[in-house]
């Protein structure tokens, strides 16, 4: 089955630049979106289709996906973005819906 | 107001079965595929079943399969997760989450349930 594979955390300091990448193979054939869940939470859509965004989610955040990685990047950084992030594809080969690890990002 | 919201979760033993629920409202339900994604606490997200609109399509995380049938009523806009022979590692807040195209991303998700199985 198709692997996603994330950093387990990623550091940042507030008005930086964070980076989440999501490594699989070939995935710049695929279609990536991306989720933030804060603590207690659900997830929340953030980056669809590899580079846009839902209504109300900031231009801070935006995507890119090629080769064999899947970036998510959150510009101007702050406290509350902190979160776990993951990433989705649909494996079109078995009909599933695959997730990375995810990402905690910590804002320090 | 576009919600979803899921029940049925609970304490139940091993070996024993647990019927969920996820009543939609606010769109229109039998536009769209609708998926259950779990989350052990503190894990990450694990995809677990998806139902095709007019429920032709299904399909299992090998994890579940055998054990689990994800069923739709579309005209009570409702989503049903029957969990049989449950397993400790079945513990884990279950999502219900809409599917905005047939092999796209989740747009809308639930708050979730919590199922715990142990003895």
């Known amino acids: 089955s198709y692997v996603l594979t994330q950093p387990p955390s990623v550091s940042v300091a507030p008005g930086q630049t964070a980076r989440i990448t999501c490594g699989g193979d070939?995935?710049?054939?695929?279609?990536v979106h991306w989720y933030q869940q804060m603590p207690g939470q659900a997830p929340v859509l953030v980056v669809y289709?590899?580079?846009d965004r839902p209504s109300g989610i900031p231009e801070r955040f935006s995507g890119s996906n090629s080769e064999n990685t899947a970036t998510l990047t959150i510009s101007r950084v702050e406290v509350g973005d902190e979160a776990d992030y993951y990433c989705q594809v649909w494996e079109s080969r078995s009909d599933r819906v695959v997730f990375g690890g995810g990402t905690k990002l910590t804002v320090l | 107001e576009v919600q979803l919201v899921e029940s049925g979760g609970g304490l139940e033993q091993p070996g024993k079965s647990l019927r969920l629920s996820c009543a939609a409202s606010?769109?229109?339900?039998?536009?769209?595929?609708m998926h259950w994604v779990r989350q052990v606490p503190g894990k990450g997200l694990e995809w677990v079943s998806g139902i095709s609109w007019n429920s032709r399509s299904i399909g299992y995380a090998d994890s579940v399969k055998g054990r689990f049938t994800i069923s739709r009523d579309n005209a009570k806009k409702s989503l049903y997760l029957q969990m049989n022979s449950l397993r400790a590692e079945d513990t884990a807040f279950y999502y219900c989450?809409?599917?905005?195209?047939?092999?796209?991303?989740?747009?809308?998700w639930g708050r979730g349930t919590l199922v715990t199985v142990s003895s």
């Open positions: 989450a809409k599917q905005k195209r047939p092999d796209g991303y989740f747009d809308l």
């Open positions: 070939n995935i710049g054939s695929e279609s």
């Open positions: 289709d590899d580079t």
């Open positions: 606010g769109f229109s339900f039998d536009d769209y595929a």
